[in-house]
Nanobody, 123 residues
Framework: VQLQASGGGLVQTGGSLRLSCAASRRTFSNNGMGWFRQTPGKEREFVAGITRTGGSTNYIDSVKGRFTISRDNAKNSVYLQMNSLKPEDTAVYFC?????????????????WGQGTQVTVSS
């Protein structure tokens, strides 16, 4: 499975971005998906996850109410809508496919990763 993330960019505080992640495989719908982010010198951090059907989602506390993860299995894609962005959201964002049908907060439970897309929020 190849994952291609896109949609990052430079935005002002309070702005919005929508990240997209396209998967190369039709069986994408079998996998839970996650979005992670990473800043220099820090470990990759779970941001949001969604089950294979989209019926359940999870977020870290710092993005709850601002970010929304969704998926379109017909398009083999997962999205992260980010609103009310803050400078502390600045990071490289990665999409990942879980080994099973649920998401996980643990990077070790994901076996496919996109290349990352830079999100920069200016103050």
């Amino acid at each position: 499975v190849q994952l291609q993330a896109s949609g990052g960019g430079l935005v002002q505080t309070g702005g919005s971005l929508r990240l997209s992640c396209a998967a190369s495989r039709r069986t994408f719908s079998n996998n839970g998906m996650g979005w992670f982010r990473q800043t220099p010198g820090k470990e990759r951090e779970f941001v949001a996850g969604i089950t294979r059907t989209g019926g359940s989602t999870n977020y870290i506390d710092s993005v709850k109410g601002r970010f929304t993860i969704s998926r379109d299995n017909a398009k083999n894609s997962v999205y992260l809508q980010m609103n009310s962005l803050k400078p502390e959201d600045t990071a490289v964002y990665f999409c990942a496919a879980a080994r099973g049908s649920w998401y996980s907060v643990d990077v070790g439970d994901y076996n496919y990763w996109g290349q990352g897309t830079q999100v920069t929020v200016s103050s």
